[in-house]
């Protein structure tokens, strides 16, 4: 049964053991949470739980969405391979420690950062494995022609992202954090989690007609990107956005100065519009999830899956996930 065949190895790809990420290391990789599970997910979860995006298996995938709505317990939500159990804590402890934890000091917005961009490392690592398997066990029939550019475009992606990985882990090293530009703005109180790198770019014309293996070398990595944070915390929720100076972000540096002046009412939908048409991974409470009419819900899966491989700054979309209604 090919389904079942296809359930074990994603599972497997999943469970598999993994290396600590932290530059160098050699250890077994243990769950880490994104975001800290004792202050921020405990915080806004509903009898320990939280809502996040899983993406849809080969069966699902036929429906036609690509991902599905979960309800995951604390241990598990918002959590990847990332870092053996020295580097986990180590690493993390200024902004583990609720205490002392302070949003605007360029130190933990860094770590916050890091975290969730390693995250995203290892969710492509992962994608690149799933997509090896589907190749080597599908029929050709069924084996997408788009598989080999969205594989490449996995690997662009992984070398980019590498980039940023080491200029952190430098500045982590140093203590210095010179390279990066972030801002924090307080908002007002919404239950959701994001920590995520973006890019965001139009795509890479061809006007030479090279052919494909040729131009693929000819891009340039690595490229504008930035890191995104929303952490909610006590009365309010956070917003973390920044950049390494060499490479910035003109959307994240418009959408920063959006959301210190807009009223909540724009806020919102900047932030929906930010789930909807950008980011595969965030959580939110089951009570923010429940307030969002089931017809709304399914333009945003529908608007997803369409604008997928889309990085383009003018995606735009009336959804608003959060409006009162
Ligand atoms: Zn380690």
Redesign the pocket.
Known sequence: MIQTKLNEAWDKINETTRI?M?GG?K?HAIKSHVLQKNGILREISEDNHLITLSPSNAYQLEEGFAFQFKKMGINNVYTFLG??N??DTEIFKPIEDKDNLDLYNPYHQALFSYRGLCQEIRRKEISIEWIDFLKNTLPVQLNNRATNPLRDGYIEGVKNLSFFKQEFEKSIILQCFDNFSFSTIELPKIELCISVPLNIREPDLNPNNLPYEIWKQQRIVPFATSFVNLIPMKKSTYFIGGFHHEFPCQWTLKLINKLKRAKSKIVIKELSDLVVLRLEFWAMSPRLFRSIPENILRKYKQTFTDNIFSHSEKLETKINLFEKH
């Open positions: 600590c932290f290391c250890e870092f053996c020295k580097h």
